[in-house]
């Protein structure tokens, strides 16, 4: 079992930025991904970024360049610097954890971006 707790969400208005993180805790593997999904009311949930133990990542074209994940590997929690927010970022963010044993998800923080 995996536990992921977020924190970081808020209200913040375009163009200013927001830091998420996301705790991870229970039976985790070695080898796994992480990485952040987020889901705006009517719209399927997204992938934002993700990034593996060995450091690579995959960013969401509508982010690139403006959100950056990193993970501490020590304290397996991984971060979503976001800059330069929109208010088409206006989402709930979820944590999400991948490894061997399963998939596993946070329960969600949200992002508000008044323009």
């Known amino acids: 079992q995996v536990q992921l707790v977020e924190s970081g969400g808020g209200l913040v208005q375009a163009g200013e930025s927001l830091r998420l993180s996301c705790a991870a805790s229970?039976?985790?593997?070695?080898?796994?991904?992480m990485g952040w999904y987020r889901q705006a009311p009517g719209k399927q949930r997204e992938l934002v970024a993700t990034?593996?133990?060995?450091?690579?990542?995959n960013y969401a074209d509508s982010v690139k360049g403006r959100f950056t994940i990193s993970r501490d590997k020590a304290k397996n929690t991984v971060y979503l610097q976001m800059n330069s927010l929109k208010p088409e970022d206006t989402a709930v963010y979820y944590c999400n954890l991948v490894h061997r044993l399963g998939d596993n998800w946070g329960q969600g923080t949200q992002v508000t971006v008044s323009s």
């Open positions: 990034i593996g133990t060995g450091g690579s990542t």
């Open positions: 229970g039976n985790i593997l070695t080898f796994n991904v």
